[in-house]
């Protein structure tokens, strides 16, 4: 009979496409790892996985054996969670979260209250979204949890929609030659800050390009943390989504105004993968971020 633990390591390695992947999902090292599958190549008669530049493939076995693991651990591992119950007030796990910089600075501070409250004891960290990663992050389990624009899907994540948000531009309050109304004109006459489409806010500038429409772009960078400073000591203009756009006019000597043009709305999700394993913590975080964020 095949040992329970040798299963798991295998469904995650074949999952991850690496031995330190797999270390990092099930929290073991490496050499741990390195011993199951040396293990479980002895058993099999097989190499199972062979390393290659794109990571750890599988033998045509592997791939055989896959389907069949990967659905008893499921049946089991369901079975073992119905009789544990996570304790949010008692547990002292450490939660990862991706959320870009607007999110720290629009969503963190309420999470960070709610679990002051209901899971005094945990820790969380927060990693910068990167959108190119999100799926790798997700599947392997670097990260529990990501909010970001829906339109980044990983296609094997599970999704729930937080919120609808709109784009606004921004400026100090008192610019010289805009009011409390923001003209085409204007706004083509003015010069502007642009945050890096790494971010995933690139749908003003696809609309402007969509209209053969150019701006003058005086400075570009790569978060919107450091938008508050630069926009209430200059005349620049930057547009941003409106919930955070907010946060920063209330806190500065700032204003937004509609745009003088149509931007598609885009949806802000909840993104997570379920992962092999006892996965109630991840799943009672989950729960917590969607009713922390939804009435936002």
Same mark, same amino acid.
């Given at each position: 009979?095949?040992?329970?633990?040798?299963?798991?390591?295998?469904?995650?390695?074949?999952?991850? =496409? $690496?031995?330190?992947?797999?270390?990092?999902?099930?929290?073991?090292?490496?050499?741990?790892?390195?011993?199951?599958?040396?293990?479980?190549?002895?058993?099999?008669?097989?190499?199972?996985?062979?390393?290659?530049?794109?990571?750890?493939?599988?033998?045509?076995?592997?791939?055989?054996?896959?389907?069949?693991?990967?659905?008893?651990?499921?049946?089991?591992?369901?079975?073992?969670?119905?009789?544990? /119950?996570?304790?949010?007030?008692?547990?002292?796990?450490?939660?990862?979260?991706?959320?870009?910089?607007? =999110?720290?600075?629009?969503?963190?501070?309420?999470?960070?209250?709610?679990?002051?409250?209901?899971?005094?004891?945990?820790?969380?960290?927060?990693?910068?979204?990167?959108?190119?990663?999100?799926?790798?992050?997700?599947?392997?389990? /670097?990260?529990?949890?990501?909010?970001?624009?829906? $339109?980044?899907?990983?296609?094997?994540? /599970?999704?729930?929609?937080?919120?609808?948000?709109?784009?606004?531009?921004?400026?100090?309050?008192?610019?010289?030659?805009?009011?409390? $109304?923001?003209?085409?004109?204007?706004?083509?006459?003015?010069?502007?800050?642009?945050?890096?489409?790494?971010?995933? !806010?690139?749908?003003?500038?696809?609309?402007?390009?969509?209209?053969?429409?150019?701006?003058?772009?005086?400075?570009?960078?790569?978060?919107?943390?450091?938008?508050?400073?630069?926009?209430?000591?200059?005349?620049?203009?930057?547009?941003?989504?409106?919930?955070?756009?907010?946060?920063?006019?209330?806190?500065?000597?700032?204003?937004?105004?509609?745009?003088?043009?149509?931007?598609?709305?885009?949806?802000?999700?909840? !993104? #997570? !993968?379920?992962?092999?394993?006892?996965?109630?913590?991840?799943? #009672?975080?989950?729960?917590?971020?969607?009713?922390?964020?939804? =009435?936002?």
């Amino acid at each position: 009979m095949i040992d329970l633990n040798l299963v798991r390591v295998f469904v995650t390695i074949y999952e991850t =496409g $690496s031995v330190s992947g797999a270390a990092g999902r099930l929290h073991i090292t490496q050499p741990s790892v390195s011993y199951a599958l040396a293990r479980l190549r002895d058993q099999w008669g097989d190499p199972l996985f062979k390393r290659t530049r794109d990571g750890m493939q599988p033998t045509v076995l592997a791939s055989q054996l896959y389907g069949s693991f990967r659905t008893s651990l499921t049946d089991i591992e369901r079975a073992v969670a119905l009789t544990r /119950k996570f304790d949010p007030e008692l547990s002292t796990r450490r939660f990862r979260l991706a959320l870009s910089d607007l =999110g720290e600075v629009f969503f963190l501070p309420h999470v960070l209250r709610g679990l002051q409250v209901r899971a005094p004891l945990v820790e969380l960290e927060v990693i910068q979204v990167e959108i190119d990663r999100m799926d790798e992050w997700l599947r392997t389990g /670097k990260i529990d949890a990501a909010v970001c624009n829906r $339109s980044y899907l990983p296609v094997q994540a /599970k999704c729930e929609l937080m919120f609808v948000e709109r784009y606004v531009c921004m400026l100090r309050s008192s610019h010289p030659r805009i009011g409390e $109304s923001l003209s085409m004109e204007q706004f083509l006459n003015e010069r502007h800050v642009v945050v890096s489409a790494g971010t995933g !806010h690139h749908f003003v500038e696809d609309r402007l390009r969509e209209a053969s429409v150019e701006r003058t772009v005086s400075l570009r960078v790569p978060h919107f943390s450091v938008l508050p400073e630069i926009i209430s000591s200059s005349d620049l203009l930057v547009t941003l989504p409106e919930r955070v756009a907010k946060v920063y006019a209330q806190k500065n000597d700032l204003k937004t105004l509609d745009l003088p043009f149509t931007v598609p709305e885009f949806e802000v999700s909840l !993104h #997570w !993968h379920e992962h092999s394993g006892d996965n109630t913590a991840q799943l #009672w975080f989950c729960q917590f971020l969607k009713e922390t964020i939804t =009435g936002l």
